[in-house]
């Protein structure tokens, strides 16, 4: 007798924005008919391929959802030089075109939402700002540039980039944008030294009702803590898991 499939089925996928052609992976779960999706949205200096994607793709998985992970332009195997084509708005962009190229699939469902971590994160509250999302989850985002570029300033880790790169690609303000934002989780390290808590609070504190904030107790911006992982991705997987299904 042949065992039937329980892994789940992994779809490489190339789609173009802006003239670059940018790469990705849409992971779907075996037995489900058409089901929603999560499309995931990075950190600056990541790629498709973070730790943090995959294991999300295979929780979101488990629970019946597909994921679709990619690689921003300038990132992984996508095409583009990164300092020349990074910026908040280019990300925007790319986002909208990886959920346009997901959600029209023919196995796919008509629900979908928005994963992001760190600038991931913003580049997600910014679009949702402008288009309807079903649910949004957000991990350790900022909802300014001034963090970013203080932590970096203070710590002397710019990641090989100047201060002009941040100042003139990465200079943003998402506080106008929360007022059109809701269904949303908030996930935020309460040690982050990168993005500091108090983003977070000011996040739940203008965006609407349903809402939900987690802050992680000593919790760092990598989420290295082992707990702070599985709760990460139990209450973000779960979160979709209510809203999408």
Not at 15 to 22: A, C, E, N, Q, Y
Not at 70 to 98: I, K, M, P, Q, Y
Request: aromatic letters at 8%.
């Amino acid at each position: 007798m042949i065992a039937a499939q329980t892994d789940p089925i992994v779809i490489p996928i190339s789609f173009s924005t802006d003239g670059l052609t940018l790469k990705g992976y849409l992971h779907l779960p075996v037995n489900s008919v058409r089901p929603p999706v999560v499309i995931g949205s990075h950190g600056l200096f990541s790629d498709g391929g973070s730790p943090k994607q995959i294991a999300l793709a295979v929780e979101c998985n488990r629970l019946g959802m597909a994921y679709f992970r990619f690689h921003h332009r300038g990132c992984g195997a996508s095409e583009g030089e990164f300092v020349r084509v990074t910026s908040l708005e280019n990300r925007c962009r790319d986002l909208r075109a990886a959920i346009e190229t997901v959600t029209v699939r023919s196995d796919i469902g008509p629900r979908w939402g928005v994963f992001g971590s760190s600038v991931g994160g913003a580049t997600a509250l910014a679009l949702a700002g402008r288009i309807p999302v079903t649910a949004i989850a957000i991990l350790a985002a900022p909802v300014c540039s001034e963090p970013i570029l203080h932590a970096a300033k203070i710590t002397g880790d710019l990641r090989g980039m100047s201060v002009s790169f941040y100042e003139r690609n990465l200079s943003f303000d998402l506080m106008e944008s929360l007022y059109n934002i809701s269904t949303i989780l908030i996930i935020h390290g309460e040690a982050d030294g990168v993005v500091p808590v108090s983003n977070a609070f000011s996040i739940h504190q203008h965006v609407g009702e349903p809402k939900k904030l987690i802050v992680q107790p000593n919790g760092d911006h990598r989420v290295s803590n082992p707990k702070h992982q599985a709760q990460f991705l139990r209450e973000t997987a779960a979160w979709f898991h209510r809203w999408l299904h």
